[in-house]
Every structure is written in structure tokens, then in C-alpha cells.
């Protein structure tokens, strides 16, 4: 069921041909590393500009988007290079193919719409809901996966952040 990647055989061309958008992989893997570099460095000397906690021994407002920035950034790093790597190479011929672009467009519809009405759903109703709404637009039918993957996550960010750090959300 999932054609979104593809070799690059005369039979996967012609079934990808009916696609909107085809990509060379390596290519859409450099190009998203390369963006999700620059957005973490940004995000990471933002995070620098934050202050110092009053207790030495407490994660301050600074430290956990500091330590967010610094995976982000070397996870990011290693694919654009990686994908670099690829692309060089030139023995992978994968596709990505996105057939369906009114799915993206609802994913970021929904999105923004969650954003909007955090405040009102909290920031675990929220997660759980954007979560539901994404993978429902993007193709996501099985009751158990809609169900159970929203409640883990909304789940997970309070274990995290409640439980683990201490950080209660409003």
C-alpha cells in the first residue's frame, strides 16, 4: 500500500508517473537536512540567548531547548550529510513520490489550527489531537494506530516534562 518510495525499475517509473510530485530521494533528503540544519542552528542560538537557571542543580528555561538543539543539530547534520553522501555516489535510484498533495496541505491545515487552540486544549490534549489529525490526513485508517499512537504521545510528554523535569503545563 505504501508506493511513496520506489526503485527505480521501468515498472515502479510508470506507477510513479501517475504521481503529482517525483523526487529523487537522495536529493529531497539533502534539501530537508540542509532546511532542518538552519532551522535547528537558529533554534540553537536562540536557546543560547536564554538565561541561567537561579538553581544550578534545576533544568532552566535555557538547558532543555539547549540540549533539543544540540540533537537536532547533529541528527540534521549527520543526514545532510549522509544524503550528500548519496547523492554523490549516484548508485540509488529512489523516488519519492507525493501523489497526494491536498493530504500535505491538510496535515499543515491541521497543524495550524491545533496551534491556534492550545491555549484552550492544553498541551497535551493538543499534541494527542494534532497527532490524530496528521496521520488521519495523511492516510492513516487503522482504528488502533489512530487511537493508540495520540494517547501514547500525549501520554509520553507528561511522563517527560510533568514526571521527569518537573515543567507543569497550564
Known sequence: MNN???????EDNQSLSAG??????P???????????????FYLYEALQLPEPFNAKAVGAGEFPLIIGVVTLACALGLTILSLVKLISGNTPEYASFPRPGYVALSIAALIAVVSFMEILGAFGSMAI????????????????LVSIPVVLGA??????????GVYFP
Open 27 to 41: 536529493l529531497l533528503e539533502l534539501l530537508g537536512g540542509a532546511l532542518i540544519t538552519m532551522v535547528s542552528g
Open 4 to 10: 511513496s518510495i520506489s526503485s527505480g525499475t521501468t
Open 130 to 145: 494534532l497527532s490524530f489529525m496528521v496521520m488521519l490526513a495523511g492516510g492513516e485508517r487503522r482504528i488502533g494506530y
Open 156 to 165: 509520553t510528554i507528561h511522563v517527560v516534562f510533568v514526571l521527569a523535569l
Open 20 to 25: 503529482l510530485v517525483k523526487i529523487s530521494m
